[in-house]
Every structure is written in structure tokens, then in C-alpha cells.
């Protein structure tokens, strides 16, 4: 079936710094896939996607390539806020049967001033 | 005002207790989910419902059960509480347009304690 492996946090980070959260996944095709980020107390939110292969999703500085030769979909971002203290999932959604998503375990960053 | 809704926000229960969460959307969606989070284990989906005479059973749907009483409002049931059913509920929307993406939106979350 279909899987989504992100790698454990915490993550702690200084304000200004690079991120890398990596993110590999097992499907059967080509998926689509997503980071959603889930600021405290609140619920996810869609932070940026990829529909195709080689496909770059980006948002809020934060940007992720569709790499289908390593499976993988890692979130970057360049410099880091205290604002973007976080959980962050990634997700796919499989283009055979029902168009539920599978969601990684998360991701907690915490960026410190 | 928000476009997914929870009640309650926070609810603590005894073990063999019926509970029911409730959820409604403002969004116009055809398609409504139930997720549980739970610390190291991400979310998980309990049920989803793809319009109000279609319902289907998630990853984990033993313990729990469903209704979709009209486009907009999704319950979710625990018909006897259990301790391991203390976690994190969401509710979330998509719409179906078949753009080969379907972003869901997801409402604040309910605290569940089962004691």
C-alpha cells in the first residue's frame, strides 16, 4: 500500500537558518503529493503541492521538487522564521482508487530567535 | 467565521460513554473525512464520505462509526469510549473537481480524554 516517510524531529533551528525536512514515499504510479503544516492549536493547512514529476511546489519561501527517480518530495527553505515553528506533514494522494491522502508522521520544527 | 467547524473543541468522557463529534462545512464540498492524530503516529483516517449516500471506512474505523446527516454535517460516533481512543480529532473537506488534486481543509481539532 501506500506510504509516506518523513524524517523524526524535532527539528531545531536558529532564526535565519537553512531547512531541509526529507520526505520519501512508496506508491503505486505517480502521486501527487503535498506539505501541510499544522501551527499549534490549530488544524493543517496546505502549504505547497506537486501534481507531476519534476514539478516544484513553493509557498511562503518553502519549496519542494517532485523527484520521481528517488521518490522523494524534501521541503526546503533558505532562512528560517521563529514564525514558522511548526508541525509539518507531507502527504500523496494516489491516482488509483478512492482519492484519499496518506499523510507521514510529521515533522515538528521549532526555530528559535 | 470558519469554514470547517468542530464541536466540541474539547471534551473529556468516562470509558463505556457514547460520544458523538460533530462537523459542519461552509465550503459548498461534496467530500468530508474524520482523522485521528495521535503524538509519533501522524494522522490517520478513521472515515470518509464522498457525498451524503456514500460511506466508506478509513485505515482505523473499528471502535468508531459515521453519519452524514446532509452535505454539510459529518459525525463521527464512539458508541463505548475506550482509553486508547484519547487523541486528537480532525474533520476535513475537499471539494471533486478530478484536477488530479483534491486539497482538504481541515477544521481546529477536538480533544477527546476518554478517562
Known amino acids: 500500500g501506500d506510504s509516506v516517510t518523513q524524517m523524526e524531529g524535532p527539528v531545531t533551528l536558529s532564526e535565519e537558518a537553512c531547512l531541509t525536512i526529507?520526505?520519501?514515499?512508496?506508491?503505486?504510479?505517480?502521486?501527487?503529493l503535498f506539505w501541510y503544516v499544522q501551527y499549534p492549536g490549530e488544524g493543517l493547512q496546505l502549504l505547497l503541492k506537486?501534481?507531476?514529476?519534476?514539478d516544484k511546489g513553493s509557498n511562503k519561501g518553502f519549496e519542494a521538487t517532485y523527484r520521481k527517480e528517488t521518490t522523494s518530495f524534501h521541503l526546503e527553505k533558505g532562512s528560517v522564521q521563529v514564525s514558522d515553528s511548526a508541525v509539518y506533514f507531507c502527504?500523496?494522494?494516489?491516482?488509483?482508487?478512492?482519492?484519499?491522502?496518506?499523510f507521514g508522521k510529521g515533522t515538528m520544527l521549532l526555530v528559535s530567535p | 467565521d470558519a469554514d470547517v467547524t468542530q464541536t466540541p473543541r474539547n471534551r473529556i468522557t468516562k470509558t463505556g460513554k457514547r460520544i458523538m463529534l460533530e462537523c459542519s462545512q461552509t465550503?459548498?464540498?461534496?467530500?468530508m473525512y474524520w482523522y485521528r492524530q495521535d503524538p509519533g503516529l501522524g494522522l490517520r483516517l478513521i472515515y470518509y464520505s464522498f457525498d451524503v449516500k456514500d460511506i466508506n471506512k478509513g485505515e482505523i474505523s473499528d471502535g468508531y462509526s459515521v453519519s452524514r446527516q446532509a452535505q454539510a454535517k459529518f459525525s463521527l460516533s464512539l458508541e463505548s469510549a475506550i482509553p486508547n481512543q484519547t487523541a486528537l480529532y480532525f474533520c476535513a473537506t475537499s471539494d471533486n473537481t478530478g484536477r488530479g488534486y483534491n486539497e482538504q481543509f481541515f477544521g481546529p481539532g477536538t480533544r477527546l480524554t476518554v478517562l
Open positions: 526529507n520526505c520519501t514515499y512508496t506508491a503505486t504510479g505517480y502521486p501527487s
Open positions: 465550503k459548498g464540498h461534496d467530500r
Open positions: 506537486a501534481t507531476k514529476a519534476d
Open positions: 502527504a500523496l494522494k494516489s491516482r488509483s482508487g478512492y482519492s484519499t491522502l496518506t
